[in-house]
């Protein structure tokens, strides 16, 4: 069955950074784009970044793009988000999601929470 789970959050101060990383399994991860989400407290899931099959189109929402940076590692089943200038209103639970055969998967989520 199709596995994701997320690991890498914790506590940071504002302009610290932090990388996640994704493991997945479960499917053929090598040909599905992988997707970041986040949902802060109180508000919906929203789109963070993400990556095709090969890595070699990347893409970002407004609010992260020129600080996050989505990679992966084929040979390794996972994906990664690296974090840099955090910020206190990325203060969320981010999780991993793929598309497979029409049905969306996510992880249980990892906890990034900036403050000082």
């Known amino acids: 069955q199709v596995q994701l789970v997320e690991s890498g959050g914790g506590l940071v101060q504002p302009g610290g950074s932090l990388r996640l990383s994704c493991a997945a399994s479960?499917?053929?991860?090598?040909?599905?784009?992988m997707t970041w989400f986040r949902q802060a407290p109180g508000q919906e899931r929203e789109y963070v970044a993400h990556?095709?099959?090969?890595?070699?189109?990347?893409a970002y929402a407004y609010s992260v793009e020129g600080r996050f940076t989505i990679s992966r590692d084929n040979a390794k089943n996972t994906v990664y988000l690296k974090m840099d200038s955090l910020e206190p209103e990325d203060t969320a639970v981010y999780y991993c999601n793929v598309l497979v055969r029409g049905v969306d998967y996510w992880g249980e989520g990892t906890r990034v929470t900036v403050s000082s």
């Open positions: 479960g499917f053929s991860f090598s040909e599905r784009t």
């Open positions: 990556i095709t099959s090969t890595g070699d189109s990347t």
